[in-house]
Structures are given as C-alpha cells and as structure tokens.
C-alpha cells in the first residue's frame, strides 16, 4: 500500500514513520509512506498557502489551489487514490473503517490546518471526510499518522501472529479481556488461576466473560451495536 499525506508539516509524518510499527511495515515492503509538502505546490516566493476567510472571522483558511494542484500533480504520477480529508466534521473513525481502508492500493490523506480548508476543496473533488473524534485538533497530522499506524498494522505480513490483530477490542463489537505475563505474583496481586490452568476451554469461556463484563461497565454502546448488527462469531470461539 502506499500512503502519501499532504501536509504543512511532512517532517512530523517522516519522524513518525522512522520508528516502531510503520517502519516494521515498510521494511517488510507492505507499506510506503510518502510525506508531501503543500508549499511545493505554491507559486509564489512566499510560498502562500493560507489567506483570511471570506465573510470576515478569525484565522486563516487553506486555500483550494494549492491542494488541487498537489492532489493532481500526484494522481498523475501514481493514478487515482482513495482520498480522506481529515476534519473533525468526518464520520469517526473506528477499526471497521480501519479495516475497510487497509484493503486500498494507495491512500491519499490531507491534513487540514488553520481554520480549516476551502470548502471548494470538498466539494470539487471526491473525499471521503474521516474525523479522530469529537475534539478539535490543530492540524489533521495527528489524525492522519493514527489512521497511518492502524491501517500499517492489519496489512498482510506486518504482525509477526496475524491472529493477534483478529483478537483485539472491537474486531468482535467487544473490549478485549485482560492480559498478564510474568511473574505470577506481583506485589501482593495474583494472575487469575484460570490462565495458569491449562484448561484451554476454560481460559476462552474467562476471557469471554472479561470481554463482555468490561465492554458492559464501560461501553454499553458497544454492546447495543453488536445487537443490532448481529456479529459474525464463525472461528471466534470467544464470542457467545
Ligand atoms: C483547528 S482545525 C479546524 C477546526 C474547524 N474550524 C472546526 O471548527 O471544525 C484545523 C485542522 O485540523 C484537522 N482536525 C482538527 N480536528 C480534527 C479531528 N477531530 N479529526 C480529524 N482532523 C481534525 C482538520 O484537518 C482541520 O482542518
């Protein structure tokens, strides 16, 4: 898959990449990420991408040339991208979303900055408006570089177990169970002795229990969604 995200600030996605699971990605030649400066599609020697808002109000407004000028400029070189705008009037991203864009060739992110960017941006071209969630953020880079790292880890190959991105919150509508590694005994606090039983039935029916128990105390949403869509459970035997 390649990635390529426009920017304000490229040097914030190159140090992101340079380090833990994207890297792994790229190394593993399951993703390349490519950090596009906006200014490089500027045409003045200030290198303008920015001005007021029409209308009047505070801040600066990205301007729509300059993004339609890089977007062009890369759909040429590379072909056509599945685009996503990040803007905190998107649909929320989720792991199903995740899911959905990791099955991309090639991704286009832009990162708005400012008070945002010109709605003509939107509406003259095909985006799909992805949000991190209900806050406002100052620039779409933190939103991009967590879809970025969601996305690298379910691409085939990138997880040593690709069991382990199967068996995680929200893959089942649910919170995933508790985990705990050595030692046995820490400070007074035990490992429950179902996990040191090796009862394998045993340890899915705690796990399960945990699963629905946290997800019922902390997002009874989750649960109500699950309800409604009637999740898949074939080869999830921690599902009930
Ligand atoms: C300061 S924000 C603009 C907020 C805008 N004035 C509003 O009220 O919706 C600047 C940029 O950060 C990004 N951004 C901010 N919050 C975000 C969020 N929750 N999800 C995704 N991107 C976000 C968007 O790209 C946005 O254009």
Not at 46 to 69: E, S
Request: glycine share 10%; net charge negative.
């Amino acid at each position: 898959m390649l990635v390529q995200v426009i920017t304000l600030f490229p040097r914030l996605i190159e140090g992101f990449v340079a380090a833990g699971l994207p890297r792994i990605a790229i190394e593993k030649g399951a993703l390349a990420v490519q950090a596009v400066d906006l200014r490089e599609f500027t045409q003045d020697v200030h290198r303008t991408v920015d001005d007021r808002p029409f209308g009047g109000g505070p801040g600066m407004v990205l301007q729509c040339a300059p993004i339609f000028a890089a977007v062009e400029a890369l759909e040429r070189q590379h072909g056509p991208a599945h685009r996503v705008l990040l803007t905190p009037r998107g649909r929320r991203l989720d792991q199903r979303k995740l899911r959905e864009l990791a099955t991309h060739e090639r991704l286009l992110l832009l990162c708005g900055h400012y008070e945002g960017i010109d709605e003509r941006v939107r509406t003259g071209m095909t985006w799909e408006e992805v949000s991190l969630g209900d806050f406002v953020l100052s620039g779409g880079e933190p939103a991009a570089l967590a879809l970025l790292d969601g996305v690298a880890r379910l691409l085939p190959g990138v997880t040593g177990d690709p069991e382990s991105t199967v068996h995680e919150s929200f893959e089942d509508g649910l919170l995933e169970a508790p985990h705990f590694t050595r030692p046995r005994e820490f400070r007074g606090m035990a490992v429950p002795e179902v996990l040191l039983s090796g009862d394998h039935a045993a340890i899915a029916r705690w796990r399960r229990e945990q699963s629905q128990e946290i997800t019922k105390e902390r997002r009874a949403d989750l649960l109500q969604a699950r309800e409604s869509q009637s999740v898949p459970t074939e080869g999830k035997p921690w599902i009930v």
